[in-house]
């Protein structure tokens, strides 16, 4: 149903706090950029992040959300003191501090109504594998994904914007091109949560028909009123073609597809 919504939309306002962001969030946003729909992304976070001391730096941890959305309003930061301090101080904290919130939310608004359809990704014809890894899968193994996609005639692209030894801006710009050209993504959702960028390229992948692979190990289930026990957030778990847990799987997977 969700995804049924999705495919109706002609705008998105995400809300984002970080510097956790919520995967299913993410994946929403993959999903509209690959369709043009135009995101206009609402964060509270008062950090910016990037790969070295010296810079750039970029409003979230994934660097691919800023240069996918249309706009980014920050409210972050803390309304003055009144000068006529109120007994209620806690009812005088929050009056004050709404304020910056509500006026973030309508920025948002008046950005979405304003802002042009995204760039749709070009077709992907390519036969291409976009591996997207994360650090809860050591190097070693992820050049072993790589090879093993290389002997199968997969040309792969292995995403480098989060390297530290890269031009950053030019490298989201050759992740998300060579991401839209390929016909197989490879992403990792090990961890607390699936990140970020794993995420996007899931969202994305669903949004344009692609089969996502994900690596992830045996882990904590979810329960939840209502639902089945879940391994994953649910836009996540069902959207992904096949998850591995060893480079034998992911070679079945592939030679499956």
């Keep these: 149903m969700d995804c049924e919504r999705l495919r109706r939309i002609d705008g998105m306002i995400a809300i984002l706090h970080g510097p956790s962001l919520d995967d299913g969030v993410c994946m929403e946003i993959g999903f509209a950029a690959a369709r043009g729909v135009p995101v206009v992304i609402l964060t509270t976070d008062f950090q910016s992040y990037g790969p070295r001391t010296d810079g750039p730096a970029f409003v979230f941890p994934e660097p691919l959300l800023q240069m996918l959305a249309a706009r980014v309003e920050r409210a972050y930061r803390l309304a003055p003191p009144s000068r006529h ?22 920025q948002a608004v008046d950005a979405l109504l304003t802002a042009a359809p995204h760039a749709t990704p070009t077709s992907h014809a ?7 890894p994360s650090p809860y899968l050591p190097d070693s193994e992820w050049r072993d994904v790589a090879r093993q996609l290389q002997a199968r005639d997969w040309p792969v692209h292995v995403a480098v914007r989060l390297r530290a030894d890269m031009n950053t801006h030019s490298a989201i710009q050759a992740d998300w091109d060579a991401f839209c050209r390929s016909t197989l993504a490879v992403v990792d959702v090990r961890g607390p949560e699936a990140a970020p960028g794993a995420a996007l390229m899931i969202g994305a992948c669903t949004a344009t028909g692609r089969p996502v692979l994900a690596g ?9 009123d209502g639902r089945e026990p879940n391994w994953r957030n649910l836009m996540i778990q069902y959207a992904v073609y096949g998850r591995f847990t060893s480079i034998g799987e992911l070679i079945a997977l592939t030679d499956a597809l």
């Design 85 to 106: 301090p109120s007994r209620d101080r806690f009812s005088a904290f929050r009056g004050r501090n709404i304020r910056p919130l509500d006026a973030a939310i309508d």
């Design 126 to 132: 390519q036969r291409l594998a976009f591996i997207e």
């Design 216 to 224: 992830y190990t045996a882990g904590c289930q979810t329960f939840a």
